[in-house]
């Protein structure tokens, strides 16, 4: 990480003082990178078929935050996967739930083409980490819901498409993960 963060200040410190600024304003410059790269977004890492998702550390270096995204594409019909990088991060959890996005005129819809719930209550019906999801049949004991509200056994994507993700787990610290992703 401290390699990272070096070879990101040093070469945005070039970039600035070759293009005009002075030192000391390239130094804070580095300085707010530096800062932007060490910052924690996401206690979380989640997958899809295999792929992870990553963020562009140059625009989070400069930007402050990148969209999480899955190079590549996956099936539709995804298998989904997420771990804890620290669980102590999140202390009791009482849910976790995903919702899928389908994208809309340069954004993306706000209403959920679906809707994954895990059936009952307690610890026993979480999502568990480390363990691999079919979402395109996921099991009895998770509700799916389509964009219309019908209960359906799973998650079928269209090709092509380009969606995302929110993951959320709640607990007595609770965290939302935000995945952009395509189809084949």
């Not at 295999?50 to 989070?60: I, P, S």
């Not at 998650?155 to 610290?173: E, Q």
Request: glycine share 10%.
């Amino acid at each position: 990480m401290f390699k990272k963060f070096m070879c990101t200040a040093i070469v945005g410190t070039m970039l600035m003082v070759s293009s005009g600024c002075s030192a000391t304003g390239a130094a804070w410059q580095a300085a707010g990178i530096g800062k932007n790269l060490s910052k924690k977004d996401s206690h979380l890492s989640l997958s899809l078929d295999g792929l992870d998702a990553k963020q562009n550390k140059l625009k989070k270096g400069f930007a402050g935050y990148a969209k999480y995204k899955i190079k590549g594409t996956v099936s539709t019909a995804p298998t989904f996967k997420f771990s804890f990088e620290d669980p102590t991060k999140f202390g009791r959890i009482t849910g976790t739930n995903m919702q899928i996005h389908q994208a809309f005129e340069a954004d993306y819809s706000h209403k959920a083409e679906f809707v994954i719930t895990p059936k009952g209550s307690g610890e026993d019906s979480l999502m568990k980490p480390d363990r691999a999801y079919n979402l395109g049949s996921i099991g009895s004991e998770f509700t799916v819901l389509d964009f219309d509200g019908n209960n359906v056994g799973g998650v079928t994507l269209k090709p092509g498409m380009d969606y995302m993700l929110v993951f959320t787990i709640s607990g007595d610290r609770s965290e939302s993960m935000q995945v952009h992703f395509s189809t084949k």
